[in-house]
């Protein structure tokens, strides 16, 4: 019984245990960015359903999926968040006595929920289109290649973007950290680096804008199979590289 006792006793509160305190953390950053994210996405909810009605009402009708000429969008959007994240986050929360160890861990689940999210709301808007379009009589026709061929493919379309969104995401996150530690010039030389996430993405993928180009080359997409794992590997090692960039860094961003 006082064994019992003495342990609760010795227990410590939830928000200074280790699970508490990454939790907030990660609440922490969510505030921080929730305003870019959240404004991001209503500005393309609202600039994509005008330009459906101006084109319906004006251009004498709507032939192929207005959603799907925003797809580019998502993966630059989410690479600034991955470049926003340490900049403007970092220095303040070390000096509130965050360590290096859990910034990198809940900046990495911060990416990958971030991703999660968006990639569900194109998933949702893409099924909002096709209702309407269906009640409409019109055609869903998709202006770029992907990994689905038609709407109703829900967790491709899902797999597809998130898959994107945060290699993109990584990527920043690697370009932010390395201009912030090492200064502007080191940091445009590791910029090939950082860049590899995205790059390992576009070209395991296939999808999208770059796809076509990649077709004529004579390069095809590999079996998602091997494309899947191969993304994702990639995207660990990068969230794991940033993570030992990280681990050195002063509070300080680099000069030169």
């Known amino acids: 019984m006082s064994a019992t006792t003495d342990a609760r006793t010795a227990a410590l509160p939830r928000a200074v245990t280790a699970g508490g305190r990454l939790r907030s953390v990660l609440q922490a950053m969510v505030i921080g960015l929730r305003p870019m ?8 909810v609202v600039t994509f359903a005008l330009g459906g009605l101006i084109t319906q009402f004006v251009g004498g009708g709507v032939d192929h999926s207005m959603w799907d000429y925003g797809t580019q969008s998502p993966k630059y959007f989410s690479a600034a968040i991955g470049i926003t994240l340490t900049p403007a986050l970092f220095t303040l ?15 990495s689940i911060m990416l990958v929920g971030a991703a999660a999210a968006i990639a569900l709301l194109w998933v949702v808007v893409y099924q909002v289109e096709r209702v309407i379009y269906d009640a409409a009589g019109l055609t869903q026709t998709l202006t770029n290649q992907h990994l689905f061929t038609t709407t109703s493919q829900v967790g491709l379309i899902f797999l597809e973007y998130f898959l994107l969104i945060v290699s993109h995401e990584i990527a920043g996150w690697l370009i932010g950290i390395g201009f912030y530690r090492f200064g502007f010039w080191k940091g445009l030389a590791l910029l ?24 004529n080359t004579g390069y095809h997409r590999p079996p998602l199979a091997l494309a899947v794992p191969g993304v994702l590997v990639v995207s660990a090692f990068g969230l794991y590289y940033g993570y030992r960039l990280l681990r050195p860094m ?7």
């Open 192 to 215: 090939p680096l950082g860049l590899i996430p995205a790059a390992a993405a576009e070209f395991l993928l296939v999808a999208q804008w770059i796809a076509q180009a990649l077709e």
């Open 37 to 44: 994210i959240l404004g991001y996405c209503l500005v393309m």
């Open 250 to 256: 002063g509070l300080k961003p680099a000069k030169g």
């Open 93 to 107: 929360m070390i000096a509130h006595g965050v360590t290096r160890r859990m910034f990198a861990l809940a900046g």
